[in-house]
């Protein structure tokens, strides 16, 4: 297949909706009070639970009607869809509106939880950004258009990086270099990544026409983790110029760049052989090489090592927590 105009449009959108996202959600997270961190123990069973869940979807669609499956899956990314496009519009929204009065103020006591009781805040701009959150879910829910499709895969990107922390880059490096594995296995080894990445028929993606105007369109696509799972690690790095004073983000920024080439590179293998390829393979090399490097060059290394978002006091807790759990 020859690379023309509509196919070099295709590739050229799905490269710019994977790099803004982790940009957006990059500079979110150093606003972000409290972020969910991962510890070592879940970084290296996180391939092995991912594994388990592709494999199992792989087998759901094999055995079991795929109109049933999809539509109890659409159901769940939407609900979650809703809330991620809210949260990310809000964003936007804050700046229009200029007196963003709180209209609904409550406790609530989850009945799982009686102990930690979570405080339910919503005001002006929450009513609109979920107003058009919920425009977007309905036209998603009645049409299944590739431009909703986007729209709910971009705001499930942006709140995902803004939102995750890896806890430190060695955890981080962990992480993705277990991914690294998966994503070649289940690719190369099987057929189970693009059965399932083809039969799953929810916002988990981001779609673009190789064609715009042919009358039956057909997609690139790109799974949300190849842009969810580098861009915490990249959001990391800026948090982590950010301790150090750096008024560059000199390693956001390398690492953003080497992953932008990664995933240039992806697309021309890809395109070359005309096969699915696992991005992971280029990506995680692109995003720890660099990193790695550039803390060498400039004799950091120890200091990106040791660098870690998470208090000693929660770092002990956690500790004993598994020590407790190994007696048990």
């Known amino acids: 297949m020859e690379l023309d105009a509509n196919l070099f449009i295709a590739y050229a959108s799905i490269v710019t909706m994977a790099c803004v996202p982790i940009y957006i959600g990059s ?8 972020i969910e961190s991962m510890s070592t123990e879940d970084a290296m069973k996180f391939p092995l639970v991912g594994s388990a869940v592709l494999f199992g979807l792989y087998l759901a669609f094999k055995f079991f009607s795929k109109e049933y499956i999809n539509l109890l899956l659409t159901g769940y990314f939407l609900f979650f869809g809703l ?28 009945f799982w939880n009686k102990s930690k009781p979570i405080n339910i805040e919503l005001d002006r701009a929450d009513l609109v950004s979920g107003t058009m959150a919920t425009v977007v879910a309905i036209w998603y829910a009645t049409t299944k258009h590739w431009v909703a499709n986007n729209i709910l895969g971009l705001s499930f990107s942006i709140q ?22 998966y994503d070649i296995f289940w690719v190369f080894g099987t057929d189970v990544m693009v059965t399932v990445a083809k039969s799953f028929d929810a916002p988990i993606k981001l779609l673009f026409p190789k064609n715009l ?83 060498t060059v400039r004799n950091e290394i120890k200091q990106l090592l040791d660098y870690t978002e998470e208090s000693p006091i929660l770092v002990k807790e956690k500790e004993e927590e598994a020590k407790s759990e190994k007696k048990e």
């Open 160 to 181: 995902g990086i803004s939102l995750l922390s890896l806890g430190s880059y060695k955890i981080g490096s962990i992480l993705l270099g277990g991914l690294f594995f």
């Open 83 to 110: 809330l991620a496009v809210a949260g990310t519009l809000k964003h936007v929204v804050q700046l229009v509106i200029k007196d963003n009065a709180i209209l609904i103020k409550k406790e609530f006591v989850p």
């Open 213 to 295: 105007f042919a009358d039956v369109l057909q997609f690139s696509m790109l799974g949300l983790g190849d842009i969810v799972i580098p861009g915490v690690f990249i959001a990391l790095l800026l948090r982590f110029d950010r301790s150090r004073g750096n008024k560059m983000p000199i390693y956001f920024t390398v690492t953003y760049i080497a992953y932008i080439l990664g995933l240039l590179l992806t697309l021309f293998v890809m395109h070359h052989f005309r096969a699915a390829q696992p991005a992971l393979l280029y990506l995680v090399p692109a995003c720890v090489g660099s990193s790695f490097g550039l803390a």
């Open 27 to 34: 500079y979110l997270s150093t606003h972000q009070k409290e």
